[in-house]
């Protein structure tokens, strides 16, 4: 039986983590780990200048679990690193809410899921299109389909699957594609305000970034209820670019 990995960046009480997990119990031995309150949009953000403490905790199935106060990173990490029993695969999610294109870079999900990579372990990341009244099903098992074929296939090094789902019922569900990354555009807005002192604060706020429909690419397959599973790599170098840079005045 396969040592099965599951954490997430939106908290160890998330439905998504629940749903995930009660998936995986089918394909393997599952360990729980996750942080212990909402991590979302803290990218590969790792706790190096403090301690990290785990604790018991249980699902609302009543299952078992473990909590740190650390990210979705250190979460991989420590388990990597010895914290739990060997791990064969690294489950990330299922995070409440999309994460296409850009938003790689910023996922506590996608990043849990490289920093699996970083150990040499497969690691896949699953999210859900967030709708009011989502549920968590199809994305369960869209999960353990994904799985299934990580776990007879395995994955290259340095390489996860960056998986999204739509937030859609499983009948509406068009298939699965392959795709790239696509565009998303964002609608961030800075709120400036003061304190009852004087003092100026701000919230970064905004509308939901809007998805380009873009034939082949993540953004396109989930406007189309198609999931899309994107393959990332750990290196990020613009190749094209190495050329152009030897043509500059150094």
């Avoid at 790239?180 to 919230?203: I, S, V």
Wanted: with cysteine; aromatic share 6%.
């Amino acid at each position: 039986m396969p040592h099965i990995f599951v954490t997430n960046d939106d908290g160890v009480d998330a439905p998504g983590i629940l749903a995930l997990a009660q998936a995986m119990r089918e394909m393997g031995e599952v360990t729980i780990l996750a942080p212990d309150r909402n991590r979302t949009a803290c990218g590969h953000s790792r706790t190096l200048a403090n301690p990290m403490r785990i604790m018991k905790t249980r699902l609302s199935d009543g299952s078992r679990a473990l909590k740190t106060d650390g990210t979705p990173a250190d979460c991989v990490a420590l388990a990597a690193l010895g914290a739990v029993d060997k791990v064969d695969l690294v489950v990330s999610g299922i995070n409440r809410g999309l994460n296409l294109a850009q938003d790689a870079t910023a996922s506590g999900t996608v990043s849990a899921a490289f920093e699996g990579a970083f150990a040499g372990i497969p690691s896949i990341a699953f999210s859900v299109e967030y709708k009011p009244g989502v549920r968590y099903t199809p994305a369960a098992n869209v999960a353990k389909t994904v799985v299934k074929q990580v776990l007879d296939r395995g994955l290259p090094k340095h390489t996860i699957l960056n998986v999204n789902i739509p937030g859609v019922a499983e009948e509406e569900l068009q298939g699965i594609q392959v795709t790239t990354q696509g565009q998303r555009f964002y609608h961030d807005r800075l709120d400036e305000r003061l304190d009852p002192r004087g003092g100026k604060y701000y919230w970064l706020s905004g509308d939901m970034p809007t998805t380009a429909n873009i034939p082949g690419t993540d953004g396109g397959a989930i406007l189309n209820n198609y999931v899309s599973i994107t393959p990332l790599h750990l290196d990020l170098v613009n190749r094209q670019m190495l050329s152009d840079l030897e043509t500059w005045n150094w």
